[in-house]
């Protein structure tokens, strides 16, 4: 005689494990195309990216941590506090996914550099699961004249697509002062490939961003795990005029770009 067990009984089949989400960071310099990867980023339907939530200000929340907040005044000022009195809970907030796929933000060098932000630092280099887009620009000119216009003329970081750009007028360069930024820049760039070496890491080049986003989109997606998907471009670039008609003394920008071994745009 067969005897049957109860279907409570009865070990089910062993389904596949559910994979945690995918958590990353986007490493770059000021100035190289990080709010449009971010915002651009934010197409796919299984994936939360935050901004700069460890800037000096905590600006580009994304998903459930962003309404709460818009929601409550209080309970954002509480965060942006928390974030350096209490910097390893306050990431595995901006890591959570809820219920997306991989969940991520983007920290600059301008602030990793800082002693201020020296633990939060101290915990990406620790945490070796954290997946790193390094993101950088090839054009160091265009960036540190990009920067300029930010500092010295618009305040604008950036515009929304179908936003109306700030005017822009050509100025003079500080030639010692733009030498300074590009080799510090590039210093950097070195500094954080080696401190972060040991994480997954994937590299976007912010041209090759700009001239087809859903290509390079597409490459972080499966860096990150995920399936492609269709992609908007969410900013407009603000500075369009090419360097020789932006800078007014650019002949002796460019011989000196070129003496310092520099390739001048």
Not at 22 to 29: E, K, Q, S
Not at 140 to 158: A, F, I, P, W
Not at 196 to 224: I, K, M, N, T
Not at 230 to 242: G, K, L, M, N, S
Request: glycine share 6%.
């Amino acid at each position: 005689m067969t005897l049957s067990l109860p279907a409570i009984l009865v070990p089910a089949q062993a389904g596949p494990m559910p994979q945690p989400p995918v958590r990353f960071m986007i490493a770059c310099a000021a100035r190289t195309g990080s709010t449009m990867l971010v915002r651009t980023l934010r197409s796919h339907p299984a994936l939360l990216v935050h901004g700069e939530v460890w800037g000096d200000r905590m600006v580009g929340l994304d998903g459930p941590l962003a309404r709460a907040c818009e929601d409550d005044a209080a309970a954002f000022e509480a965060l942006q506090r928390a974030r350096f009195e209490h910097p390893g809970e306050s990431m595995r907030r901006f890591l959570d996914a809820h219920g997306a796929a991989a969940a991520g933000f983007k920290l600059k060098f301008d602030e990793l550099v800082q002693p201020q932000w020296s633990g939060i630092r101290a915990l990406v280099e620790a945490d070796r699961d954290l997946r790193i887009v390094f993101l950088r620009r090839r054009d160091l000119l265009r960036r540190y004249l990009s920067h300029r216009v930010v500092l010295q003329q618009t305040g604008v970081t950036n515009v929304p697509a179908g936003g109306i750009l700030p005017e822009v007028a050509p100025f003079a360069v500080d030639i010692d002062d733009c030498l300074r930024d590009i080799a510090e820049t590039r210093r950097r760039e070195r500094e954080f490939e080696a401190a972060f070496a040991g994480h997954p890491s994937l590299r976007v080049v912010y041209e090759e961003l700009a001239a087809d986003p859903q290509a390079q989109c597409d490459r972080v997606f499966a860096f990150l795990g995920l399936a492609p998907a269709p992609v908007r471009v969410a900013t407009e670039r603000i500075v369009r005029a090419p360097p020789d008609a932006l800078v007014l003394n650019y002949p002796e920008l460019q011989a000196a770009l070129r003496a310092s071994g520099e390739t001048a745009a």
